[in-house]
């Protein structure tokens, strides 16, 4: 009898397995990793690339780190939500389940996987900042970046996995993660640099939600005008809890089989079709 693999192994396995399935959808892969390139390339040429008097730094040095943050959360929130969601209703989640596959190892596989995406991305965006823009990475504040990286891509996949769990379909996840993530970017200013004309209540509003404290401080560690090690503890508890409640919703709320009603839709489908 052989041996069964470690869980480390079959991680490892899952997670490249997930990776490989990532690049094999050409239209995932483009919105994910070159979509806010795109932005932040036009943002660079639009505005140009002297320095600011809302931010003191140029507009590549600003939108370079706050594009890698879309990026990053592309990758993770909306990314895992719809994936996710869109295997549950082709029953693939389902046949996982009834696989020698952990269960708990397969879903970390696809989290790690959506992590090293978004490095991959935020390593593309900095890249093409620092050689074609003069974007300056501070060696001082590196420390704090990655922890906020961190901290903000574990939390946005909580959360896009939350959104899984709650939506009643791929088509749902989608509208879900679109209706969520876009406006609050403009909110939160990523797309948009938030200045002192900035009405309150946006400020106020964005604050209650995440990915304003993701932006912020990643931002922030690119900034030469930032003091000290750029440490926003603030923003990483917050994000933290947010990260925590995500976790506990999603596993009380997770369902492995699709709806029954979709199921059955499905195999009508499927038996249309042959029968065609």
């Keep these: 009898m052989s041996e069964r693999p470690s869980n480390r192994s079959l991680l490892q396995i899952q997670s490249a397995y997930q990776l490989r399935m990532f690049f094999r959808s050409p239209m995932a892969a ?20 002297s320095t600011s008097g ?15 943050v879309f990026a990053a959360v592309s ?18 989640l389902k ?12 879903m970390v596989a696809k989290i790690v996987a959506a992590t090293l995406i978004a490095a991959l991305a935020v390593g593309i965006m900095m890249t093409i900042g620092v050689v074609f823009y003069g974007v300056q990475i501070f060696a001082a504040t590196i420390l704090s970046a990655t922890v906020t990286f961190g ?3 574990a939390t946005f996949a909580a959360l896009g996995l939350l959104v899984a769990a709650v939506s009643s379909s791929g088509e749902a996840a989608t509208s879900i993660t679109n209706a969520t993530l876009l406006p609050l970017a ?5 797309f948009i640099i938030p200045t002192a004309d900035t009405p309150s209540w946006i400020e106020t509003f964005s604050r209650i939600f995440p990915l304003k404290h993701f932006v912020e401080p990643f931002v922030a560690a690119f900034n030469p005008e930032t003091v000290g090690a750029g440490w926003d503890w603030a ?17 009380r709320y997770f369902k492995w089989s ?19």
């Design 258 to 276: 699709p709806p029954q009603g979709r199921e059955v839709r499905r195999r009508g489908r499927q038996s249309a079709s042959v029968d065609t």
């Design 54 to 68: 809302v931010t003191g730094v140029t507009a590549a040095q600003y939108y370079a780190p706050a594009m890698a």
């Design 151 to 153: 901290v903000g891509v």
């Design 75 to 92: 990758a993770t929130y909306t990314n895992l939500a719809v994936t996710t969601a869109y295997q549950r209703d082709l029953g693939i």
């Design 235 to 251: 923003s990483i508890l917050y994000m933290s809890l947010w990260g925590v409640v995500a976790v506990i919703l999603a596993i």
């Design 95 to 106: 046949r996982v389940r009834g696989t020698p596959l952990p269960s708990s190892i397969y």
């Design 30 to 49: 483009f919105f994910t990793l070159f979509f806010p390139l795109m932005i932040f390339l036009v943002f660079s040429l639009v505005f140009g690339n």
């Design 186 to 190: 403009f909110f939160s200013g990523i």
